[in-house]
């Protein structure tokens, strides 16, 4: 053999965060869409090094709980928080160890039921334009499905099928799917929309049984069976101490925002369809209630130079712009006030961050996370930067606010790890 033919091709980076083409949809991760969720991998490694131990761990804007069912099958104690009812309900659902027997009696039932004659409508969503977002046909069989979960009394079963029932929404819905936020396909497009709306679901239904099935076996194989908690508390308001004890969190993963809905990922406009038909609470009312959702009336300094001088030339451009992006930050450093009241001495909170751009002024947030938590005694351990390859977040934007005008958005982010002192 040539002393060629045994040099490694590739030389993967010691520390590789990228995770350029894992499989990201393994387990109940599956289940569905979200955006700029987190990747599993990055949860695993984070618990890996540094709780791999059973421990208490929190993710405060857990979306649809990546890190919680990362850290479940490893035998720890998951909390997680969101405010869009979604996102609760798809972290239920995939937290939720499932019995198969039951699921595949359930799956039986919908399948006679879906065979059924199609009676009339019991109940429509009201706070929407119901005919402009779906075609007659497509209510028809939401309708006929929903009135079939409405019997549906056990809470997990519920969760189960309530999830793959969102994304037939979605998926049969008018609404473009390429798009976080809701704009309807365009007429050309909607004349050949012809939906199979009891066709998505049952592929729905297939492929989240199997990543139940995966689960189910890596739960079985924790170290310990532990507990999942999912609450819904305003992380920026305050963690009651009902909800999760001071100074007992072990670890902190998350992926908080990268800025406010209105003007970043609109996660009340991805959820709102489905929301309508599942009749959650205050779904037209998600985006304002989320970080940075209410502008602020003058610009505060944050103590922290570079986003200090960032945000002073946004405002010289655009002050409304650069009023909601300081409210962001503003609910930023309040909700690490609160988490870092529930972590213990001695515990690491993770950080996955994203410097976005407004008006083409970068925005340090990596340096304003690190420094919200150094003013609450935590001690900065490391960054891990990666390349973001599969991410379903826009790579281009209009940071200008201006239609036709892009520039390159985030295609990097940072793993902030800090230590409670
Ligand atoms: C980047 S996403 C999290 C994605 C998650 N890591 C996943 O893998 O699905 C950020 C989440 O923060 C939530 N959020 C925003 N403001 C919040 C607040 N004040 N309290 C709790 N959750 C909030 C949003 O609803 C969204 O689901």
């Known amino acids: 053999m040539s002393a060629w033919s045994q040099l490694p091709l590739f030389e993967p980076p010691a520390d590789d965060w990228t995770f350029s083409g894992a499989q990201t949809h393994s387990l109940t991760h599956c289940y569905h869409d979200y955006p ?47 405010l869009n009812p979604l996102a609760r ?28 004659p199609i009676g009339q409508p019991q109940k429509l969503p009201r706070g929407i334009n119901l005919t402009f977002w779906f075609q007659p046909a497509v209510i028809e069989r939401l309708a006929h499905i929903r009135a079939w979960l409405d019997q549906l009394s056990d809470d997990g079963l519920r969760a189960f099928f309530a999830v793959a029932f969102s994304e037939t929404v979605r998926e049969c819905s008018n609404a473009r799917t390429d798009e976080f936020k809701l704009y309807r396909l365009p007429q050309k497009r909607l004349a050949q929309h012809t939906p199979d709306v009891f066709g998505t679901l049952r592929a729905k239904l297939r492929r989240n049984r199997a990543g139940l099935c995966e689960f ?22 305050g963690i009651p101490a009902s909800s999760i004890a001071p100074e007992s969190v072990q670890i902190v993963i998350t992926s908080p925002p990268y ?15 489905s929301a309508e038909w599942l009749d959650l609470p205050d779904a037209a009312r998600t985006d304002r209630a989320l970080m940075g959702g209410v502008p602020l009336k003058d610009l505060p300094s944050f103590n922290v130079p570079a986003l200090d001088s960032a945000l002073q030339t946004i405002y010289a451009q655009c002050p409304k712009r650069a009023l909601q992006v300081a409210a962001f930050y ?5 909700s690490i006030a609160n988490v870092a009241q529930v972590v213990a001495r001695g515990g690491i909170a993770c950080y996955v961050i994203g410097n976005r751009k407004v008006c083409g002024v970068l925005l340090p947030t990596d340096r304003a996370v690190q420094h919200f938590f150094e003013t609450v005694n935590f001690e900065h351990v490391v960054t891990y930067q990666r390349a973001i390859p599969n991410k ?6 209009s940071p200008s606010n201006r239609v036709g005008v892009t520039d390159e ?12 002192r």
Not at 46 to 73: K, M, N, Q, W
Not at 392 to 397: A, G, K, L, T
Request: charged fraction near 25%; charge should be positive.
């Open 36 to 82: 700029a969720r987190m990747i599993p991998q990055i949860a695993a490694k984070l618990i890996a090094r540094f709780a791999p131990r059973p421990a208490r761990l929190l993710d405060p804007y857990c979306g649809t709980g990546t890190s919680l069912v990362e850290g479940l099958i490893r035998g720890h104690e998951v909390h997680g928080t969101d």
């Open 89 to 116: 309900l798809i972290s239920r659902a995939k937290l939720t160890p499932l019995p198969l027997a039951a699921l595949d009696t359930a799956c039986d039932d919908l399948e006679a039921w879906l065979r059924a």
């Open 216 to 237: 189910l076996a890596a739960y079985a194989s924790a170290p310990r069976q532990s507990r999942a908690y999912l609450h819904a508390f305003d992380s920026v308001k």
């Open 259 to 273: 800025g406010d809905s209105h003007t970043t990922v609109a996660y009340g406009q991805f959820s709102r369809l």
């Open 330 to 334: 503003a609910d930023l450093r309040a």
């Open 392 to 397: 379903r977040m826009p790579q281009r934007n």
């Open 409 to 420: 958005t985030m295609t990097r982010e940072a793993i902030l790890v800090m230590r409670k």
